[in-house]
């Protein structure tokens, strides 16, 4: 359940998706890598506290 928690939002933050961040606006890379990392932590502890 965590696994999947996190990897909804959380996963492929250096993949595809931050290639195509980079090449239309180069400005707001270091935001899409801490908005999706903090999007996984959420979501991790959102699945932890409905799991218990």
Same mark, same amino acid.
């Given at each position: ?10 996963? &492929? =933050?250096?993949?595809?998706?931050l290639?195509? /961040?980079? $090449?239309v606006?180069?400005?707001? *890379?270091?935001? &899409? =890598? ?5 999007a996984? /932590?959420? $979501?991790?502890?959102?699945?932890? *506290?409905?799991?218990?």
């Amino acid at each position: 359940i965590l696994n999947a928690a996190f990897s909804l939002s959380g996963a &492929f =933050v250096f993949g595809g998706q931050l290639g195509f /961040i980079a $090449g239309v606006n180069p400005n707001s *890379v270091t935001w &899409f =890598v801490v908005v999706k990392l903090l999007a996984g /932590i959420l $979501g991790l502890v959102i699945a932890n *506290v409905m799991e218990e």
